[in-house]
């Protein structure tokens, strides 16, 4: 027996009852006292584990084979072999282990290279992406290409329904409201009030509900909410670059930029960075919770106001203008430069019609009663206004020609009047349901980039490029 520690034959020998080695008594229970531990295979080891072994004091006389120097001289020549042979068993391991350990280091470098590598191509990849996106036009590969087009979540599908099966129940037999303007009021339609010029390059005019605030925006990137009664500028916010597109939510302005953010300006002031280039257009859900946003890298992204979060993003074959909700909230509807009105499921994010306008849009918007929609394309002289239940040619319901370039059109709350407007001056048309037929009520010739209805439709807040808002009524 030889000890497990020091290699000679043990004065006292003890066995290990954890590993079964045999060990000088005195070596094992100085490492015990010091480690606990079994030497062998590291198990917890106590002095009490240790077994006493005992042997007879009689020794085995040597063979006589070893009594000679010639075999002496031979068993140490045997073992001097055998310590030859491990030796080089040891230096041959030892130069395999080597050879590997250079293979795993070498694997290890190519694969970091690697990454570095694709790392590098993605970023490229992405730049790319964007500066194609923001100067790309139309891709005439006839295929949209959807990205997380699972739809909307759950709670804001059910915020869909509620609103849907709540705006809708009423609306086609919804009355007039009694101190609704009529056209025999818009026919003596003069101008107001005039402001100074506001902002240069100014392109939106956004009025809340209460008709006495505006949103107004330049290229300069500055936007201010525009106090109508008292004709100033009540507050105002820096947004970095040019703001392209606002809307109201509730007291807050939200702002686009041409940078690819929308802003929710105020106390809990958020910023969305979704689109690769510019945000071109925004639009808010009836329920008032979720907003679109539309731009120059052909998509359209849904938000949750609430959360404070991106919920969904899908892409269309085109740069998109423009987008409106349906009144009941259940339609969404973007305009593009390829002259396409696309009209999606809110829920889903999945197409539902599509309508050719000849050119890239300029701008839309939806009836109040909830089966048209007009449009306007860039540079046109003329309005098409669209039913929802027909489709290609058969959904023109009608095309007014207004007599000069058209930049924004907007209807009033009943659905009787759209107003038109541009570089020349507004034109305001009226429907009359009992004859089914259209009229000019008023033409003037004050320019305007943008329009707005202000409250029961008494007055109509327009704004040049030059930043002045003009009311009218």
């Not at 059910?158 to 129940?169: F, G, I, P, W, Y």
Request: aromatic residues 6%; negative net charge.
């Amino acid at each position: 027996m030889l000890c497990s520690i020091s290699g000679e034959a043990p004065q006292h020998p003890v066995a290990s009852s954890k590993s079964g080695n045999v060990y000088e008594k005195r070596l094992i229970e100085a490492f015990i006292a010091e480690n606990h531990k079994d030497p062998v295979n590291g198990e917890e080891l106590e002095v009490t584990d240790l077994i006493d072994l005992k042997s007879t004091r009689i020794v085995t006389p040597r063979p006589p084979t070893l009594t000679s120097i010639p075999s002496l001289l031979s068993t140490f020549q045997n073992e001097w072999d055998a310590l030859a042979l491990e030796s080089f068993a040891l230096r041959q391991q030892l130069n395999q282990t080597r050879q590997e350990l250079a293979t795993a280091l070498y694997q290890h470098d190519a694969a970091v290279r690697v990454i570095a590598r694709i790392t590098k191509e993605r970023d490229e990849a992405r730049d790319a992406l964007s500066k194609v996106t923001i100067g790309a036009g139309a891709i005439g590969n006839g295929d949209a290409m959807q990205v997380d087009s699972q739809g909307l979540p759950e709670d804001l599908v059910a915020k869909v329904d509620s609103t849907n099966e709540k705006l809708s129940k009423s609306r086609r037999k919804r009355p007039v409201p009694k101190d609704w303007v009529g056209s025999e009021t818009i026919e003596k339609f003069g101008v107001a009030s005039t402001s100074e010029p506001l902002y240069s390059g100014a392109t939106f005019l956004v009025v809340d509900k209460t008709g006495e605030l505006a949103i107004v925006g330049g290229s300069e990137g500055t936007v201010g909410v525009y106090s109508i009664p008292e004709q100033k500028i009540q507050q105002s916010f820096e947004v970095g670059s040019a703001a392209t597109d606002a809307v109201w939510s509730g007291s807050q302005p939200i702002i686009s930029t041409s940078a690819g953010a929308v802003k929710v300006c105020g106390d809990n002031e958020i910023t969305f960075t979704s689109h690769a280039g510019s945000t071109n257009g925004l639009a808010l859900h009836p329920s008032g919770d979720i907003l679109a946003s539309v731009g120059v890298d052909k998509s359209f992204v849904f938000y949750d106001l609430v959360g404070g979060k991106a919920v969904t993003q899908v892409y269309c074959e085109s740069e998109l203008t423009t987008a409106s909700f349906h009144p009941d909230g259940h339609l969404f509807a973007t305009g593009g430069v390829d002259g396409q009105i696309r009209v999606f499921h809110v829920k889903t994010g999945e197409m539902a019609a599509s309508f050719d306008l000849g050119g890239p849009v300029q701008d839309l918007v939806f009836s109040e009663n909830g089966i048209w929609f007009a449009a306007v394309a860039k540079a046109s002289n003329s309005v098409v206004v669209f039913d929802l239940r027909k489709e290609g040619k058969a959904a023109e319901a009608k095309v007014l020609e207004i007599g000069g370039q058209v930049d924004s059109i907007r209807w009033d709350y009943t659905g009787q009047f759209l107003a038109a407007s541009g570089p020349r001056g507004l034109t305001i048309s009226q429907y009359t349901k009992s004859s089914k037929s259209w009229s000019d009520v008023i033409s003037t010739a004050v320019p305007a980039v943008a329009i707005e209805w202000g409250t029961e439709a008494k007055t109509l807040i327009t704004m040049n490029g030059e930043g002045v808002i003009t009311v009218l009524g």
